[in-house]
């Protein structure tokens, strides 16, 4: 198109570099930058998470996503047709960015496949890719959205898995992916798991085994020390714990945190079910309190919260654990961190 030919030629003549066009536009969180031109909600939390899109939609889409789950955003940038910078260019400055610690794409192509390689395999810091435009009908749409041409998708995949970046195909799975990585690595692969249900606790087990992970063996007196604060005395505990006979939410936090002190526990699963709307102001402390006594412990907390939808916000804001809102995908995205850590 002549316009943007113009807009090349202009660039060249003056020296300047611009992102776009047929863009939103760029975010940066820490110097209050905000540049979209979308009337914006101030509900963007300071966070660690940079954010690149070919798709302005997808990537606000994936910010509301964030901060709905209590993830805060660093920076943004909307890649648009890539005249002049393109996508490999800001993830060259995001490896480099010292306030960015982890990245997170969104590609309907790859422009610069090789250089994508290149900085992925040596990047200190994790990258997640949401790939799409893997079919012959998405091809046709993107080709008119961001005149981004299709890739072959075995070929992404294979070169992804060669250079460490992890592929996701969700929003939901970027999302757990997300939480995982904001835990602190697990240096092995001992859990104990701390469930309120007694159903919650069987379904750790089961992804606990499933996903290679193995329920560490808690000292009796330990144990003991817990059963005394049970009302009806029915439960004999073990690893997982089921503190179903347990309705003083304040020793949840004591338990929480012995157990994270121990030397043979690499981990802890925290499972909560609130039981009723009554129990909200109550979940909400714990949770905070859990959140300010994890902060020191380097070792990770995974916490899971059955609540109902929309008390789930309150509940989340400014936490600096995330919480997952189901058991299975979150085992499996620990399991996944864990295995590639080393990559990182």
């Known amino acids: 198109m002549k316009l943007e030919q113009g807009l090349v030629d202009a660039a060249k003549k003056y020296g300047m570099r611009f992102?776009?066009?047929?863009?939103?536009?760029?975010?940066?969180v820490p110097s209050g930058m905000a540049l979209p031109f979308p009337k914006m909600k101030k509900n963007v939390n300071m966070g660690v998470v940079s954010l690149l899109s070919q798709s302005g939609g997808v990537g606000m889409s994936i910010i509301n996503t964030m901060s709905s789950n209590g993830i805060g955003l660093n920076k943004f940038a909307s890649i648009g047709n890539s005249l002049n910078i393109c996508g490999e260019d800001l993830l060259?400055?995001?490896?480099?960015d010292e306030t960015t610690k982890i990245i997170l794409m969104y590609l309907e192509s790859i422009q610069q496949g090789r250089k994508l390689m290149e900085l992925a395999e040596k990047s200190p810091k994790p990258i997640m890719v949401f790939k799409s435009n893997c079919y012959s009908t998405a091809a046709k749409i993107a080709a008119s959205h961001t005149a981004s041409l299709s890739s072959n998708d075995a070929v992404v995949d294979t070169a992804f898995k060669q250079a460490g970046i992890t592929r996701v195909r969700s929003e939901t799975?970027?999302?757990?992916?997300?939480?995982?990585f904001h835990l602190p690595l697990l240096r092995g692969k001992r859990i104990a798991i701390i469930s309120r249900s007694g159903g919650h606790a069987i379904?750790?087990?089961?992804?606990?085994e499933r996903f290679g992970f193995q329920l560490a063996e808690l000292p009796q007196e330990f144990l003991n020390s817990i059963e005394k604060e049970f009302k009806a005395g029915v439960v004999k505990l073990t690893n997982p714990l089921d503190l179903g006979d347990l309705f003083d939410l304040n020793i949840f936090e004591r338990i929480v945190t012995d157990t994270l002190k121990m030397d043979i526990v690499d981990g802890v699963v925290f499972l909560h079910t609130s039981l009723s709307t009554t129990e909200h102001?109550?979940?909400?402390?714990?949770?905070?309190?859990?959140?300010?006594c994890c902060e020191g412990a380097g070792k990770p907390v995974a916490a899971y919260l059955a609540i109902p939808p929309d008390e789930f916000p309150d509940i989340n804001d400014g936490l600096k654990i995330p919480i997952f809102t189901n058991i299975v995908e979150m085992f499996k995205h620990l399991q996944n961190i864990t295995d590639n850590q080393q990559e990182f």
């Open 19 to 28: 992102v776009g066009p047929n863009c939103i536009g760029l975010i940066s």
């Open 281 to 292: 102001e109550g979940t909400k402390d714990l949770f905070n309190r859990l959140s300010k």
């Open 173 to 180: 799975e970027l999302l757990n992916y997300m939480k995982a």
């Open 203 to 208: 379904i750790s087990a089961d992804s606990c």
């Open 92 to 96: 060259e400055y995001l490896i480099e």
